[in-house]
């Protein structure tokens, strides 16, 4: 606590008392609930959970209510939160070909084993205020939002069944998978590691970034080869019963990208990946996430390095919202002590500039 500040502590708790103030706002509204911003601000609720590394709707959207809104300060809260908790182990791999599909779409290919599901989106609206939403009214006719039960195999899949798109790599039960929330972060990262901080990176940065590439800053030219949304199980294995026990679902957004394809002397061309996967409906984010993993494996597919997007430490440095945030923020705290140094340096530095460019009056006359 900086307590130079004029008032100090004192200062500091009215601080407060008046942020819960402007928090409430005016009395004669009804309050936000929780389920109200869970439900209905779901979009919010989900990029917290996504950069907070908590999937937790409830807590997301009191951190939301709390943040007033803000939603990097929420995903602080939720940070903060989720750091003091007690860590159990770890959850089997989730399998999203096994997904209960609400949204499926590919860019790819018109017809696709398992149709194209339209689902929850923008993508179709003409971006106009709808006054109706002001007076509260509700749609004329409810669409059905059911998830769809059939089979939905992956496009990347099929493609790769001829050859035509580089393979996934093959997991190793052997190799422990990095964790940045325990790990400090190191260069170079391997390519788990990087999807972590890509997954809890600022949506802004990366979709900046992924634009950035497109535009020819990374040699980025992709096809988005399928995004999906749904429920996937999660499981967890349980050593005492000696198998995965089921501990309930969560909703994810998986975004695979097809992107230019890659050969050598000894290899025929095919399509190369990017990925990107977020909690809730969070479209916009593993699309972005997907465009710059694709742009961070420029070295490992023997591309120049030439652009931001492509520099591993760039990226991965600079990524996190919280950490811009506390960085930048920093700045509004005191500094009176670092600025009177400075100021006096500067005042000194002037001075002795102004007496070396002063001539003196009987050497001006003689010359």
């Known amino acids: 606590m900086y307590v130079a500040v004029k008032g100090g502590e004192r200062a500091i708790e009215n601080a407060h008392r008046l942020l819960a103030h402007e928090r409430r706002g005016d009395r004669d509204i009804p309050e936000l609930s929780l389920a109200q911003i869970s439900e209905q601000l779901s979009l919010g609720v989900d990029r917290v959970m996504t950069e907070g590394s908590l999937y937790d709707r409830e807590l997301a959207a009191l951190a939301i ?6 939603l990097i300060e929420a995903i602080f809260l939720v940070r903060a939160f989720r750091a003091t908790l007690p860590r159990f182990g770890a959850t089997e791999p989730v399998d999203t070909g096994a997904m209960q599909v609400r949204r499926r779409i590919s860019s790819t290919f018109k017809d696709i084993p398992g149709g194209q599901v339209l689902g929850p989106t923008f993508d179709y609206t003409h971006r106009l205020l709808d ?50 929330t325990r790990e400090p972060l190191s260069f170079p990262a391997d390519r788990d590691l990087r999807l972590q901080n890509l997954a809890r990176a600022d949506e802004g940065f990366l979709l900046a970034l992924g634009y950035s590439s497109q535009r020819g800053y990374g040699r980025n030219h992709p096809f988005a080869g399928e995004i999906r949304f749904g429920e996937v199980e999660v499981e967890f294995m349980a050593e005492d019963a000696g198998f995965a026990v089921p501990l309930g679902s969560v909703a994810l957004t998986e975004c695979q990208m097809v992107n230019q394809f890659k050969g050598s002397a000894t290899q025929a061309p095919c399509f190369t990946r990017g990925y990107g996967l977020a909690f809730g409906q969070s479209e916009r984010k593993t699309m972005s996430m997907a465009l710059v993993d694709r742009t961070l494996r420029a070295r490992e597919l023997g591309e120049e390095v030439i652009a931001p997007a492509q520099d591993e430490e760039f990226v991965m440095s600079h990524s996190d919202n919280v950490q811009a945030t506390g960085f930048v923020e920093h700045l509004k705290l005191p500094h009176y002590v670092d600025f009177q140094s400075e100021l006096g340096l500067l005042r000194k530095l002037r001075k002795e500039f102004a007496v ?6 009987m050497q001006e006359a003689a010359e």
């Open 65 to 70: 209510k709390q943040a007033r809104g803000d």
């Open 131 to 180: 006054p109706q939403l002001a007076d509260g009214a509700a749609p004329d006719a409810p669409a059905t939002g059911e998830a769809s039960t059939g089979a939905t195999p992956r496009v990347t899949d099929i493609l790769g069944r001829d050859g035509l798109i580089e393979p996934s790599p093959p997991a190793e039960a052997d190799v422990p998978v990095g964790d940045l």
């Open 356 to 361: 070396a460019n002063e001539a003196p009056p």
